[in-house]
């Protein structure tokens, strides 16, 4: 997994609340168990209109935002059905960061497995953020996750919580699996003492 720690770039207004999987990445996504590829179908419902050109009405077909790195967007982000494909849409079309009051437990776990760091603010402090990210090709954050900070473009600074193991995981890109290859010669002693003491086994 690719690890987090600080990260400058163009912030997406994404002001819709109750934003669910479904709209992150519809139905018909889904048939792929595979984490690349997935960006073309990334809110597909409202990127594209019925002949399958771009909506330019959509914030991430604007010129400013089609290689945004943070969605700050409204609250309940990632609620309805516990797909991961989600968060690898999201990934795939180069977002690292998402910013919102409030997420859905299962996308904000998931968030955490694959890379992307979920931020929590308050509602003033996503006012804020969000007519930062309404400034186009200005609208650049950093996101610096060892500090806890959110600088906007204009020095202004939110600071945020995040629980510190997982903090740690996204710092060292470690996934499940390699937070079990931290572990890697533990387990080969234990198997190595286990075979020693249980021959027959």
């Known amino acids: 997994m690719q690890a987090f720690k600080t990260l400058t770039g163009v912030a997406a207004p994404l002001d819709i ?5 479904d709209m992150i990445i519809p139905k018909q996504y889904l048939k792929t168990i595979k984490r690349t590829g997935l960006g073309t ?11 399958g050109s771009d909506n330019s009405d959509f914030v991430l077909n604007k010129p400013a935002y089609r290689k945004a790195e943070i969605l700050v ?16 849409a999201l990934l795939d079309f180069g977002i690292r960061c998402v910013i919102s009051t409030s997420f859905a437990d299962i996308f904000y ?7 992307i ?9 996503l006012d804020k953020l969000m007519d930062d990210a309404r400034r186009g090709a200005n609208a650049t954050m ?23 193991f997982r903090k740690h995981c ?17 387990i080969a002693d234990f198997e190595k003492q286990n075979a020693n003491a249980r021959p027959w086994a």
């Open 17 to 21: 609340m109750n934003v669910d999987t």
């Open 41 to 51: 179908g990334l809110f597909s419902e409202m990127r594209y209109k019925e002949d």
């Open 73 to 88: 967007a409204g609250d309940n982000f990632g609620c309805g059905s516990s797909r991961e494909h989600a968060p690898w």
């Open 109 to 115: 776990n998931n968030c955490f497995k694959n890379g």
């Open 117 to 125: 760091l979920p931020i929590t603010v308050s509602q003033a402090d």
């Open 142 to 164: 950093t996101i610096d996750l060892p500090a806890q900070e959110i600088r906007g473009p204009d020095g202004g600074v939110v600071k945020f919580e995040i629980d510190p």
């Open 170 to 186: 996204l710092i060292n890109g470690l996934d499940d699996i390699g937070l079990t290859m931290e572990k890697a010669n533990a």
